[in-house]
């Protein structure tokens, strides 16, 4: 046994596994991105008028993709490259990055712009389309044009109205300028949370469309190895742990291809080979690192097996939405008639509004859904359910396999 003395001076002498851990943070842009090299070629393509049509044009980029398949860090490293070799071409242009999931009203979205340039705007009293002429003009006087990417955009199109979505994709109309400035990057989850937008401003938006498919494990594989090259002390990572987490999110062999859950699991994986005092990153560690970050999951899971039929008819009601309209929050109208319509197959009695929405509430509580009420958008307000764990096709069978159950022998939840 050793000493307490001894054991906390190993600790504090500095890590046999990690060299910089920071590496494996979130918000760390690698210096390479294996695997979107042909995603940063479209960019480049599709704002290569830019330059050619210096202030006659503004390009407008949809990327779209699920979580982690590097929209952020691929658009964030596009941009600022870009900045850079358009400076090389003596071209001002400024890249601001912003995220409609933190900055969710227009008003705040366009204050953070202001912020990006410098900009000294008064904090209060202006209204966005004063707050958008003061930096519209402050571009125009120092022959400045931007790129703004809005990521997270499909918080921005479910949490706004219709007008303002407007304001921001039309800003030219508005401004009835003569010089174009500003271009777009759109980064959506799924393309079609715009759909429920005006055909005007859709068509506006959906110009060029990029699209970034979930990884594969080989692609996970080459982006892992790089972080275990910068993050790591040589040779503690062997490979077989590396195609192990590769194999567990890559999209071909049934994982998400999410390259984010991927690093976590890295992460922690390393760290538990360092509270073992093991001398190697092991497959064992990845596998309980796998299960710990999937165990919010699994304790939600847990909670299921105790609902009655019509609350597990809901859930699938929503699994059905989630996959049909590919988006995460389903209006409460929409839930309620997919329900009654599954009811009806099942040859069961809907239950009425009301109660359906004490079953929502309840399974709020329980920590399965999230509700939240949307911005005003041409329909008025409305509440947004959506489910808080991830619909895997494992969800989907469990939800699928209580059903059959409840219907079969009709027993009381235990
Ligand atoms: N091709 C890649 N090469 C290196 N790291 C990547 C790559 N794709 C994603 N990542 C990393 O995976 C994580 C998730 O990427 P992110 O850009 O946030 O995905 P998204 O925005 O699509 O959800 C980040 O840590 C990012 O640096
Ligand atoms: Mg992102």
Redesign the pocket.
């Known amino acids: 046994m050793p000493n307490i003395e001894d054991i906390i001076e190993s600790g504090l002498s500095g890590s046999n596994i990690f060299k910089r851990l920071e590496v494996l943070?979130?918000?760390?842009?690698?210096s390479?991105?294996?695997?979107?090299e042909e995603k940063i070629k479209e960019l480049t393509l599709a704002f290569r008028d830019l330059l050619s049509n210096l202030g006659l044009t503004s390009i407008r980029v949809v990327v779209s993709?699920?979580?982690?398949?590097?929209?952020?860090?691929?658009t964030?490293t596009f941009g600022n490259t870009f900045k850079s070799r358009l400076k090389d071409r003596g071209v001002k242009m400024e890249y601001i990055h912003l995220n409609c999931h933190k900055q969710r009203t227009l008003y705040l979205l366009t204050m953070e712009i202001a912020s990006s340039l410098k900009l000294p705007i008064p904090v209060r009293g202006l209204s966005t389309q004063e707050a958008f002429r003061i930096i519209h003009d402050y571009l125009e006087k120092r022959n400045i044009y931007a790129i703004i990417t809005l990521?997270e955009f499909d918080y921005f199109v479910n949490a706004s109205s219709q007008e303002d979505v407007y304001f921001l994709v039309r800003l030219y109309d508005e401004l009835s300028s003569a010089t174009r400035r500003i271009s777009y990057i759109f980064?959506m989850?799924d393309e079609q949370n715009i759909s429920t937008l005006d055909r005007g401003i859709r068509d506006h938006i959906m110009r060029n469309l990029i699209y970034?498919n979930p990884?594969t494990s080989l692609?996970l594989r080459?982006?892992l190895a790089?972080?275990v090259e910068d993050a790591f002390q040589p040779n503690v990572v062997p490979e077989e742990t590396l195609n192990f987490i590769a194999e567990l999110y890559g999209s071909d062999k049934g994982g998400s291809g999410?390259?984010?859950l991927?690093?976590e699991t890295l992460e922690m994986a390393g760290k538990l080979a360092e509270v073992k005092n093991s001398a190697l990153v092991l497959p064992e560690h990845v596998k309980e690192a796998f299960s710990k970050i999937n165990k919010e999951a699994s304790e939600i899971v847990d909670e299921i097996s105790y609902l009655e039929l019509h609350p597990l008819i809901i859930l699938k009601a929503l699994i059905n939405l989630h996959n049909r309209l590919k988006t995460d929050s389903i209006p409460i109208g929409r839930l309620e008639k997919e329900y009654s319509d599954i009811c009806t197959e099942l040859g069961e009695e809907p239950r009425r509004h009301t109660q359906i929405y004490e079953y929502v509430k309840r399974m709020r509580l329980m920590g399965i859904l999230e509700t939240r009420q949307s911005g005003r958008g041409m329909r008025g307000r409305t509440t947004l359910i959506s489910l808080t764990v991830p619909v895997t096709p494992e969800f989907e069978t469990l939800i699928t396999k209580k059903m059959r159950m409840r219907l079969d022998n009709r027993e009381e939840p235990v």
């Open positions: 943070a979130p918000e760390h842009v690698p390479r991105l294996p695997h979107r993709g699920p979580t982690g398949t590097g929209k952020t860090v691929t964030k990521d980064v989850r970034f990884y692609e080459d982006i790089d972080r999410n390259a984010r991927a690093i």
